[in-house]
Every structure is written in structure tokens, then in C-alpha cells.
Nanobody
Framework: QVQVQESGGGLVQAGGSLRLSCAAS????????MAWFRQAPGKEREFVAAFSRDGISKYYTNSVKGRFTISRDNAKNTVYLQMNSLKPEDTAVYYC?????????????????WGQGTQVTVSA
């Protein structure tokens, strides 16, 4: 059974930075497709960034390109989301997701394993 746990959320002013962490257990992340999604109040959960299972390809939603970076540390079995130049519209609960069978994906339905989420609040 794969489990993922997010951490690193918090309150930051616009223009600031945060780094989210997603620690995986039950399987090494080198065998998983990993992604970050977010859900703002009153909105649907949306894709943010993803790592292909082979660790070669990265994907980002347009609104975060150039500001967010997804990375991973296989030794720590952890995936990160570095968020720079944060904007109030980035405020959301951020979720880490993983899947054993997916090569890479940007849709919610593609991922079987989800964390509880971590709150990111960006003040104006």
C-alpha cells in the first residue's frame, strides 16, 4: 500500500516562496508517477505539476510555469514542489498524488494514492 504525506504549507506574503514536501512510503518513488494538485475554496481540484514515473519528464500547468519547480530525492523517497513568486491566486490546499501504473498524468482520475493535503495561503 502506497502512502504519501505532504508538509511545508503555511502563510506567506505575495512574492514569497514555500517548498512543499511529499514523503512516500510503501514503494519507492522511482517506481511511481508523482504529481501535485491543488484545490482553492469553492473550486475544483486542479493539476499543478507532475513527474513521470521514469523521472525524466516534468509537466506544469500554465499558471505556474517559471515559478514552480517539481523535483525529487530518491534517497529520501520524497518529492518537492518549490514555489516562488507566489500570488494570492495560488492560495489552496495542495495535494500530493501517486500512482503505480501511470507513466505520467495530469488528471485526478489517473492517480490512486493521495495525501491529506497541506494549506498554502498567500496574502496580498
Amino acid at each position: 500500500q502506497v502512502q504519501v504525506q505532504e508538509s511545508g504549507g503555511g502563510l506567506v506574503q505575495a512574492g514569497g516562496s514555500l517548498r512543499l514536501s511529499c514523503a512516500a512510503s510503501g514503494r519507492t518513488i522511482s517506481t511511481l508517477a508523482m504529481a501535485w494538485f491543488r484545490q482553492a475554496p469553492g473550486k475544483e481540484r486542479e493539476f499543478v505539476a507532475a513527474f513521470s514515473r521514469d523521472g525524466i519528464s516534468k509537466y506544469y500547468t500554465n499558471s505556474v510555469k517559471g515559478r514552480f519547480t517539481i523535483s525529487r530525492d530518491n534517497a529520501k523517497n520524497t518529492v518537492y514542489l518549490q514555489m516562488n513568486s507566489l500570488k494570492p491566486e495560488d492560495t489552496a490546499v495542495y495535494y500530493c498524488a501517486a500512482d503505480r501504473n501511470l507513466g505520467v498524468g495530469t488528471t485526478i482520475s489517473g492517480y490512486d494514492y493521495w495525501g491529506q493535503g497541506t494549506q498554502v495561503t498567500v496574502s496580498a
